[in-house]
């Protein structure tokens, strides 16, 4: 039995968590809810867009499945993972058929360090208001625990190579440290057939687009890894379709790239698909991989078959005809 924690949050990120449960039912596991308030709703209802209470729901679970907060989703998404400390970002990219993608063949995964580099909220204004400073953090247990993720996540999904990307030529010290770390963990895992190469994050921003199906896991520090996952999303197409999971020692969180849609919320129509690659990271973490494996080949179906399907990938289907005909699907 595993304790989920549901934070459903604002707008769309409702209507795709209801999506989400009723896929859920189809598939053989012991879940037990326990369900948390957070965002605008929350704040507005509370004071608080992220209450204590929900916090500890978050950290008593296994995993936590996140929907999608509004205008306080910052304030929602970076205090949970610090207070989680949630220092592996996941991003896949994967082509799914009947969708936006730009490539059909492409299956990788961007692990970005969640915590430090240029993400560390250290700036300085000069008094004068003409010079700005920003921090950039790197340490070795950082990237240690980042690096080790990465090539253990290859070991266990039997990807072959590692490319961990930096730009060490120019950022010398904290960069220079990143690729050294890289190799001492990369040395390890050569043993069990692993291989690591390296590249300039502005190469790698070029590969991504001229020949992305050479990726298989992609590590890097926090700010190219941000950036570089973005350009992954864009390579497979549409919000509506990118998941994601947070990820530290004592917990994961998984949740769809988008936001809480004010445009479209309340129509029932948003599309369930990233909601529902967050579920099948988190079967995946959970070690539920036959599950994970039927929900997303389920997902697959339904979207190559391109009937049952959402506006946004050119259907009528409202969200949860689409979660239903996926769920139809597991059932067989
Ligand atoms: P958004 O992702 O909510 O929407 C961008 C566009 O994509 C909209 O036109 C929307 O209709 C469409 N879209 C997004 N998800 C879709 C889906 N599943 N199916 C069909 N269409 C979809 O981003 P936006 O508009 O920049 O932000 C709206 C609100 O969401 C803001 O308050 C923002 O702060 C919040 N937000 C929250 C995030 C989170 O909770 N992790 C992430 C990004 C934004
Ligand atoms: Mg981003």
Redesign the pocket.
């Known amino acids: 039995m595993y304790k989920i924690a549901i934070v459903p949050?604002?707008?769309?990120?409702k209507e795709?968590m209801k999506a989400a449960l009723h896929v859920l039912e189809a598939l053989n596991i012991d879940l037990e809810y326990e369900f948390g308030e957070a965002?605008?709703e929350c704040k507005e209802k509370t004071g608080e867009a992220l209450p204590q209470k929900t916090i500890d729901i978050v950290k008593k679970a296994d995993a936590c499945l996140?929907?999608?907060?509004?205008?306080?989703?910052?304030d929602?998404?970076v205090r949970l993972r610090q207070e989680m400390e949630l220092f592996a970002n996941l991003r896949p990219v994967k082509s799914y058929p009947g969708t936006k993608a730009l490539f059909n063949d492409l299956d990788f995964m961007i692990v970005r360090e969640n915590t430090e580099g240029m993400y560390v909220g250290e700036e300085e204004l000069s008094e004068d208001g003409n010079t700005a400073i920003a921090k950039r953090i790197i340490t070795r247990s950082a990237s240690e625990r980042i690096c080790n993720y990465a090539f253990q996540y290859a070991k266990d999904n039997n990807k072959k190579k590692v490319t961990g990307v930096h730009k060490a030529n120019v950022l010398k010290k904290t960069d220079g440290l990143f690729k050294r770390v890289f190799y001492e963990i990369a040395e390890k895992y050569n043993a069990e057939g692993i291989e690591a190469e390296d590249f300039y994050v502005d190469a790698t921003a070029m590969y991504l687009l001229t020949r992305p199906q050479s990726f298989e896991v992609i590590v890097t520090t926090n700010l190219f890894g941000d950036i570089l996952s973005d350009e992954g999303a864009g390579l497979v197409g549409?919000?509506?379709m990118i998941p994601s999971a947070n990820i530290g020692e004592n917990g994961g969180l998984f949740?769809?790239?988008?936001?809480?849609?004010?445009?479209?919320a309340g129509e029932g129509?948003?599309?369930?698909?990233?909601?529902l690659l967050s579920v099948v990271m988190m079967l995946n973490y959970l070690g539920e991989k036959e599950s994970a494996k039927l929900l997303d080949k389920a997902i697959l179906e339904v979207l190559a078959e391109a009937k049952t399907v959402?506006?946004?990938l050119g259907g009528n289907s409202n969200t949860m005809e689409m979660a239903d005909a996926i769920k139809k699907r597991i059932n067989g």
Do not use: K, Y
């Open positions: 949050g604002d707008g769309i990120g795709v965002g605008d996140f929907g999608a907060a509004g205008e306080t989703a910052a929602v998404i549409g919000l509506g949740e769809p790239v988008h936001g809480s849609a004010p445009d479209i129509i948003a599309n369930p698909t990233a909601m959402t506006s946004d």
